[in-house]
């Protein structure tokens, strides 16, 4: 049953659209990319799926972590630098290796999302960065693997190991409640 769940979810990355593609990886991976640099080189993208995102886009100076082997299998044949990981093993990395975690796309997908957020905890340096993207209200409903629709105040407490610094919305020029709304 969870390697079909797998198959599902691989065979919808894979369907996303062009200008998807393009703006993930033009747009959005380079935003978050610019901001990871803040909180030093060493990036870790949790839930990398395919590498349509910063791992995609940045191959040499990001490492993906993946939970569907067939998307890992599938970024390994491209030449990225992924590994499985598994909802209740570590991950596979040392302790305070990486300077920030990036979570693209990927809360919303868990109910209880509390051992991925104490594993970026382990796998990051004591003042390392966390960057969490989620859809809004809208792409919340567009998928029907999402379970927990995240907005801005349960973003600020999610976890005791992570400290909230800011908020924002992407385009920047409105604000997240209508964007979550309409977009």
């Known amino acids: 049953m969870t390697e079909n769940k797998y198959e599902l979810y691989f065979s919808h990355l894979t369907k996303t659209s062009l200008l998807g593609r393009l703006y993930k990886r033009y ?5 978050i990319y ?12 949790i839930g990398s799926g395919t590498g349509s995102g910063v ?12 939970i569907n082997s067939l998307a890992v299998d599938f970024c ?21 290796e990486f300077d ?22 382990r796998i990051t340096k004591l ?24 907005n801005k105040e349960s973003l600020k407490n999610i976890n005791s190991n992570w400290r909230h610094l800011k908020t924002f919305s992407i385009p920047f020029f ?3 409640s209508f964007l979550s709304k309409h977009i």
Do not use: W
């Open 27 to 31: 747009f959005s991976a380079q935003l």
């Open 76 to 96: 390994r044949k491209k030449n990225l630098n992924v590994y499985l990981i598994y909802e209740d093993k570590p991950y596979p990395a040392k302790d305070n």
């Open 34 to 45: 610019f901001l990871s640099k803040n909180f030093g080189r060493k990036i870790a993208e």
């Open 127 to 150: 003042k390392a960065g966390l960057i969490m993207v989620v859809p809004g209200y809208k792409g919340f409903l567009s998928d029907s693997d999402h379970k927990v629709h995240y």
């Open 55 to 66: 791992l995609g886009a940045f191959p040499n100076k990001v490492t993906g972590f993946e």
């Open 174 to 176: 409105f604000k997240s």
């Open 100 to 121: 920030v975690c990036v979570l693209d796309n990927v809360l919303e997908h868990l109910s209880e999302p509390e051992y991925l957020l104490n594993e970026c905890a």
